[in-house]
């Protein structure tokens, strides 16, 4: 069992670090081809943050363990708003924009309720997988369109994802790192799901609830780091865009894979438990969000709340 949590611990830095690598090479080698920056920022660099979910979520599909995959998209959802967002604002008070109200959080409820709808059945289609993919590139399309407009202008979302995108790398180095990105994702995220299940057997865990515990909470933790650095250099908009842009990529881009990969009826406490809990914390960093007295901002009070709610939401499930 020992070995299983080591390699484990090994699969999530070896994960996270190979998709960082592979997110470097491919932009690198898109701009050297020509491609513009927006196209690479919206596209390759805007879901980095979500390989590590992705590929977890593929290689969970592929072993027939659609609750873990299920379970880590929603969990991690859940996990970025009440964990990630707390830690965040436990250290600094958040200030939220009102360009992130009027355009981030309206599509984050919407997608959360288009994820609510797919699972509340208890089955999980290709046809669903599908349409949360063709939604994807909608809404990649749209981001492009309205920057290209004019009309997203320092975005925190477009604008973090266009500022990431390497500049001058030699396309040899950027195509090593592409390889090797390629190469260490699949294996590193296969070792990690099948140490997860390991554990999960020992434990006596159902596959869904070592989705929605281990795998979403280590999966969570390059958001946490990104949110980190964005108070402590106090861009704001920048560590709460990065939650609202991943949590949104999470149900459209992570939780499309599992439709497609492997359709199959899923756990009811998915749509009978977890789902309202993603819900209600979508729901309550909107609330928070909403300014009654002048001033937009989530406070370190408001922070201790969601990371008590993260505690007592582990609690229960475990």
């Avoid at 967002?85 to 939220?96: D, I, K, N, Q």
């Avoid at 990649?140 to 309205?146: E, F, G, Q, Y």
């Avoid at 057997?201 to 609830?209: E, N």
């Amino acid at each position: 069992m020992l070995l299983s949590f080591v390699i484990l611990i090994l699969g999530f830095a070896a994960l996270v670090w190979s998709a960082d690598r592979f997110v470097f090479g491919a932009a690198a080698l898109a701009r050297n081809f020509g491609v513009p920056t927006l196209v690479v920022g919206l596209t390759i660099v805007a879901m980095g943050s979500s390989a590590p979910e992705m590929m977890v979520a593929a290689q969970a599909a592929l072993a027939d363990k659609t609750d873990t995959a299920v379970g880590n998209a929603i969990g991690s959802n859940i996990a970025n708003i009440l964990l990630v967002l707390g830690v965040t604002a436990l250290l600094r008070p958040l200030s939220v924009s009102s360009g992130i109200l009027k355009r981030e959080m309206p599509l984050l409820i919407l997608v959360s309720l288009a994820a609510w709808f797919i699972v509340s059945d208890s089955h999980f289609s290709f046809l669903e997988g599908a349409a949360l993919l063709a939604g994807f590139v909608i809404f990649l399309l749209l981001l492009m369109v309205i920057t290209k407009k004019g009309g997203a202008e320092g975005d925190p979302l477009i604008s973090e994802a266009c500022d990431e995108v390497p500049n001058d790398v030699p396309t040899r180095k950027a195509l090593f790192w592409l390889v090797v990105g390629m190469v260490l994702l699949p294996i590193s995220s296969g070792y990690l799901v099948d140490a997860a299940v390991d554990i999960a057997k020992y434990f006596g865990m159902s596959d869904l609830l070592i989705g929605l515990t281990i795998i979403a909470v280590g999966t969570s933790l390059p958001e946490l780091a990104a949110c980190i650095a964005g108070v402590l250099k106090q861009e704001d908009d920048l560590a709460l865009g990065n939650i609202i842009g991943s949590n949104i990529f999470n149900i459209l881009a992570v939780l499309s894979i599992t439709g497609i990969i492997n359709p199959s009826n899923i756990d009811a406490n998915i749509a009978g438990r977890d789902i309202f809990i993603m819900l209600g914390a979508t729901l309550t960093l909107v609330f928070m969000s909403l300014s009654f007295t002048g001033t937009r901002r989530i406070n370190r009070l408001e922070g201790g709340v969601l990371v008590a709610a993260f505690i007592a939401y582990m609690y229960y499930i475990i």
